[in-house]
Every structure is written in C-alpha cells, then in structure tokens.
C-alpha cells in the first residue's frame, strides 16, 4: 500500500534548526472568571485564588525563565493589565513578549463584529497606558474565534493569532479566498498543550475531572513534543500561573525546558519571533470557508 503523506508542506526553520517550541503563559488573574462567572467579583476566596497568578505564581515561572535564560510570550487580558500592572512591568523588564488576550477574557463565541471590535481596542488601550507599547500578537480567550477575527486582526496591525488548532506549524490565515486577500501568521495551539485541561479545579465553578499528577502532564507533553520534533513541528505550550505557577507544576515545566534544551536541533523562541520568521518563508496559506446554516 502506498503511503499516504502530511498534506502540509515542509517548514524551513532557522539554519541548523528543524523544529520550535514556544513557551507561552496566559495570565488571566480574575478576569478569567469575571466575564463567565461576575458573581465571583464579591467572592474573595474565588479572587484570591486567581490572584495567586500575580502575587506568587508569575514569579515562580519569571524566576525558571531566568535561570534556564529563555524568553516566553505572556498573553494578558487588559483588565489584568490594568490591575497588575507593576506586575506586568517585570514582565517586560525580564524580556518576554507581551500579547493581546482580550480585556476582560471574553469569549468570543456569539459575539458580533462591532462588539468584538470594541473589546479589541479595550484591550489596546489598556496596553498604550500601562506598558505604553501596542501588542504584534493575538490570543484569544478559550481559543474561541469568529470567522472576522482574522480580518479585525489585521486592520489594527497583529502579525500574529495563536488560537486555532488545525495545523502543526506555522501558516499564513486568510481573510477571504482571493489569492490577494491579507493573511495574518497563525501560530497554532492544542487543548493537549494547554495545562488547563490537567489542572483546573474550582468547586462550584469548574470543578474539572479531578488534578492531575504533574508527572502525568510531563509524560503528555514529552511525548508531543518528541512526535513534532520529528515531524519538523512547532510545540506551542500554554500555561497559567495559577496553575503550573504551583510548586510541584512548576517543577514540570522546568524539567521540560530542561527536555527541550537538550534537543540540539529545537528552536525555543518568543511567539513574535517564530511569527517574523514565518512571514520570510514559504508558508502555507489557509482560508477558511464559512459553513452554511444547518438544522
């Protein structure tokens, strides 16, 4: 039987290069909460505990960064911009890439253009006044996007998304089917990458389906991490410091900088410059056809 091969082309890495990985760091703080749940506002326990994301956690993951001497990319609701915002000036003093998350973490889904628009520019301001620089990436909360996304994207001057999950590398997303339509790079996640579907538990809430053990969560990633290696693949991990900020969690992801470092021929790199190195090289372009209405 003939083999049958990855429909998607080969991506050329830096010189010397054959795969990347990017460590990126959603820190939600309680704006993760106060869109989806804002009877949380009044609930100090339930704050408190999102807010182990600023006061403890971010630091446990700064200070990993440092020593392993690697820069990440955090993506960061404006209303956590604007209620942190000495934290989010050590981001920046400590040389990691800083991107646009939304204002108060919303969820997209069922949003309409002009109501997404004006989160969009939210988010924005809250960046031009506290870290005094606009954001060149996007994530958007839950990974949840609308087909104007993209194209909302671009008229105010991302180079990049990180939000879907269709390919294993870098592509450019189109706007429209027209060859000469703009594109945007997209760096592309996964629900298995993201300590989120491990760790999250909150009685009431989101109780999730019980925590998993750290060494568990390692053995997951290693294992995509070897497998988009060899394919020539981007391993692109989500992490939140209310959850891998924990001792033990936080472990696991030294250990897996460590991995990664071992890797001679891995390019670890900032979102932002994968996405630069992806506007210089042959990537695949990508529109997505809307699905008609269904019953």
Not at 34 to 59: I, K, S, W
Not at 204 to 209: A, E, Q
Request: hydrophobic content about 40%; overall charge negative; aromatic content about 12%.
């Amino acid at each position: 039987m003939k083999a049958i091969a990855l429909r998607y082309p080969k991506f050329h890495w830096p010189e010397g290069k054959t795969s990347a990985a990017i460590i990126s760091v959603d820190m939600d703080a309680e704006s993760g909460l106060l869109f989806t749940n804002p009877e949380t506002a009044t609930q100090l326990d339930v704050m408190v505990h999102q807010a182990y994301d600023v006061r403890t956690g971010v630091y446990r993951l700064l200070d990993v960064f440092e020593r392993k001497e690697i820069r990440t990319s955090f993506f960061i609701p404006g209303h956590a911009i604007e209620r942190w915002p000495e934290t989010v000036r050590d981001i920046v003093v400590a040389g990691h890439e800083i991107g646009h998350h939304g204002y108060l973490h919303e969820y997209l889904a069922g949003m309409d253009r002009e109501e997404e628009e004006k989160i969009l520019l939210r988010g924005l301001a809250a960046f031009e006044k506290v870290v005094g620089q606009r954001p060149q990436g996007y994530r958007a909360p839950g990974f949840k996007v609308n087909y104007w996304t993209p194209e909302l994207l671009i008229k105010h001057g991302f180079i990049y998304d990180s939000s879907l999950q269709d390919f294993d590398i870098p592509y450019r997303l189109a706007v429209a089917e027209s060859q000469e339509a703009p594109t945007i790079i997209e760096l592309p996640v996964q629900w298995m990458l993201d300590d989120f579907a491990y760790y999250v538990h909150l009685p009431r809430l989101r109780p999730g389906f019980g925590i998993e053990n750290p060494e568990n969560v390692f053995a997951i990633w290693k294992a995509e991490l070897d497998a988009l290696v060899a394919e020539g693949g981007c391993f692109n991990l989500t992490v939140h410091p209310f959850l891998s900020g924990r001792a033990s969690r936080c472990r696991i992801v030294e250990r897996m900088i460590d991995y990664m470092q071992s890797i001679e021929q891995l390019w670890i790199a900032p979102a932002i410059e994968v996405a630069k190195h992806a506007q210089t090289v042959a990537t695949a372009r990508i529109w997505n056809r809307p699905i008609d209405q269904v019953c």
